[in-house]
Nanobody, 119 residues
Framework: QVQLVESGGGLVQAGGSLRLSCAAS????????LGWFRQAPGKEREFVAS????????FYGDFVKGRFTISRDDAENTVYLQMDSLKPEDTAVYYC????????????WGRGTQVTVSS
């Protein structure tokens, strides 16, 4: 079981930036697909971004529109989410998750980090 620990959340003004980090406890980190999801109060969890092994491909939710960047550092067992031009509607708990191919469902989740964007 992979343990994932997010950090980097906080309170920021609209238009500001935050970088979230997610550290994983596994020796096979480089083989995992990694993703970021978020859940706002009263809303369903939604996909934010994902990155494949070797950073071959990245995907983003439609709402990102070039504002967020996902990256990974396999030497540090860490995945990042750089968030720029933040909006109040980005306020949510952000979770990182992992899955090992060929599994197509994310089955390891962190506890989340709160991001609050003030207007």
């Amino acid at each position: 079981q992979v343990q994932l620990v997010e950090s980097g959340g906080g309170l920021v003004q609209a238009g500001g930036s935050l970088r979230l980090s997610c550290a994983a406890s596994t020796r096979t980190f480089s083989t995992y697909f990694l993703g970021w999801f978020r859940q706002a109060p009263g809303k369903e969890r939604e996909f934010v971004a994902s990155i494949s092994p070797r950073s071959d491909s990245t995907f983003y939710g439609d709402f990102v529109k070039g504002r967020f960047t996902i990256s990974r550092d396999d030497a540090e067992n860490t995945v990042y989410l750089q968030m720029d031009s933040l909006k109040p509607e980005d306020t949510a708990v952000y979770y990182c998750a992992s899955r090992m191919p060929p599994t197509t469902t994310y089955n390891n989740w962190g506890r989340g980090t709160q991001v609050t964007v003030s207007s």
